[in-house]
Nanobody, 126 residues
């Protein structure tokens, strides 16, 4: 059974940091791309950052470049999203997702990802 379990969300003041974790199981981790997506109330889900577990290629949305860092620990089947200099507009539910066939990491499109976690809330207060 494929499982993706996010953790690390919470409430933080603007300018603060959080590290999200996505623990994966039930599939061959190295064959998949893992992405972090977020959805704020009333908005569409958007790709934040994606990484290829096989070659480490990454993608960052313009809104998070220079503030967020995605990394993968293949030995632990876990992907992290380090979020620094958080802004109120980063407030959203953050989801991790895994995709294999046809995924273009540099597109980071949620339509290309097959498996999804339950999400973790990130709230940034001003």
């Amino acid at each position: 059974e494929v499982q993706l379990v996010e953790s690390g969300g919470g409430l933080v003041q603007a300018g603060g940091s959080l590290r999200l974790s996505c623990a994966a199981s039930g599939f061959t981790f190295d064959d998949y791309a893992i992405g972090w997506f977020r959805q704020a109330p009333g908005k569409e889900r958007e790709g934040v950052s994606c990484i290829s577990s096989s070659d480490g290629r990454t993608y960052y949305a313009d809104s998070v470049k220079g503030r967020f860092t995605i990394s993968s620990d293949n030995a632990k089947n876990t992907v992290y999203l380090q979020m620094n200099s958080l802004k109120p507009e980063d407030t959203a539910v953050y989801y991790c997702a895994a995709g294999a066939h046809g995924v273009v990491v540099t597109r980071c499109s949620n339509t290309e990802y097959d498996y999804w976690g339950q999400g973790t809330q990130v709230t940034v207060s001003s």
